[in-house]
């Protein structure tokens, strides 16, 4: 079995300060890993993944994450926020085990202050 | 550009009218998702088709149906929507490339379906 827990439901920071969503997973297999952004009654689009190449993802939109086995984390960063990064972020979990599924957490809101 | 595209952006039902959405692909992955997120909430699998194999979630109401005539079209049938329906309905594709392998998750910008 597969699950993601998203540690912060919501997240504030202000413009230009750094970001950090919390991702952590539990997967019977090895694991790919992705981090999905949806904006406001848009749909998901894609910012980066993990498939067991380099632990350390560049997404797009300067985001950048960092696959820890042992600690089972996939912590989303971005060096300095922007305004048009607030949005519903998602980490997703797609066990080889059980191929065709993405098993999503529950989403942490980002808000981006001036 | 390849894409996944779901038609149409927003959609009005009567409760108890059936309902049709739309998706189509130009990205001939062989797989393809529906997924139900409500207000709030993350999205959630309702059932996939792998080629024309129909795999249904476990949790997923008798009142939703889906076909898959051909590679690139997908369409989820609702039979008799109720207020609870009313959500975000997203398609998604993957190409599966044997038992584990699945790559190139995309995803469709989305039907708003409201029941009224």
């Known amino acids: 079995a597969q699950s993601v827990t998203q540690l912060d439901s919501h997240v504030s920071v202000s413009e230009g300060t750094p970001v950090l969503l919390r991702c952590n997973y539990s997967?019977?297999?090895?694991?790919?890993l992705f981090w999905y952004v949806q904006h406001p009654n848009k749909g998901l689009q894609l910012l980066l993944k993990?498939?067991?190449?380099?632990?350390l993802v560049k997404g797009i939109n300067g985001f950048e994450a960092e696959f820890k086995k042992s600690e089972t984390s996939f912590h989303l960063t971005k060096p300095s926020a922007h305004m048009s990064d607030a949005a519903e972020y998602f980490c997703?979990?797609?066990?080889?085990?059980?191929?065709?599924?993405?098993?999503f957490g529950t989403g942490t809101r980002l808000q981006v202050t001036l | 550009d390849a894409m996944v595209i779901q038609n149409p952006r927003y959609q009005v039902t009567q409760f108890g009218k059936p309902v049709t959405l739309s998706c189509s692909q130009t990205?001939?992955?062989?797989?393809m998702y529906w997924y139900q997120q409500k207000s709030s909430q993350a999205p959630k699998l309702l059932f996939h088709?792998?080629?024309?194999?129909?795999?249904n979630e476990a949790d997923t109401p008798d009142n939703f149906q889906s076909r898959r005539p051909n590679t690139s079209f997908c369409f989820l049938d609702i039979r008799s929507p109720g207020l609870g329906d009313a959500a975000m309905y997203l398609c998604?594709?993957?190409?599966?490339?044997?038992?584990?392998?699945?790559?190139?998750?995309?995803f469709g910008s989305g039907t708003r379906l409201t029941v009224v």
């Open positions: 998604a594709t993957s190409r599966r490339t044997g038992a584990i392998a699945n790559y190139g998750y995309t």
């Open positions: 997967s019977s297999y090895s694991p790919s």
């Open positions: 993990y498939t067991s190449a380099a632990t």
């Open positions: 997703v979990v797609s066990d080889t085990g059980t191929a065709s599924k993405l098993t």
């Open positions: 990205l001939n992955h062989n797989v």
């Open positions: 088709y792998y080629d024309k194999d129909f795999n």
